[in-house]
């Protein structure tokens, strides 16, 4: 069983900043894992994903110049670190993770979530 647990949101300003965190426990495969979230009526859109060793990195083009995805592979941690943020990036992100090594932008390939941290960002 894979355990994933993000952690980091909140209420920001436009302009402002947070960090994103996901921890992963359990039998994890630790392979590439990713950013989702999801607004208010909207479907779940990819963010960002990394490969294990961070070779492959992959933005919505929505995020970048704006976001960094990274991970600790020693601590089973994966981050998302925004900037810049703009009351369109008000959602509940999730990480993902998917047991194979190429980074992919829909949902459907993903195999384990967490419950998601709520972000909001105020004009």
């Known amino acids: 069983q894979v355990h994933l647990v993000e952690s980091g949101g909140g209420l920001v300003q436009a302009g402002g900043s947070l960090r994103l965190s996901c921890a992963a426990s359990?039998?994890?495969?630790?392979?590439?894992m990713a950013w989702f979230r999801q607004a208010p009526g909207k479907e779940r859109e990819f963010v960002a994903g990394?490969?294990?060793?961070?070779?492959?990195?992959s933005y919505a083009d929505s995020a970048k110049g704006r976001f960094t995805i990274s991970r600790d592979n020693v601590k089973k941690m994966l981050f998302l670190q925004m900037n810049n943020l703009k009351a369109d990036d008000t959602a509940v992100y999730y990480c993902?993770?998917?047991?194979?090594?190429?980074?992919?932008?829909?949902?459907?390939?993903?195999?384990?979530w967490g419950q998601g941290t709520q972000v909001t960002v105020s004009l």
């Open positions: 359990g039998r994890t495969l630790m392979y590439a």
């Open positions: 990394m490969s294990w060793a961070g070779d492959l990195i």
């Open positions: 993902a993770e998917r047991a194979n090594n190429s980074v992919r932008e829909s949902p459907v390939d993903y195999t384990s």
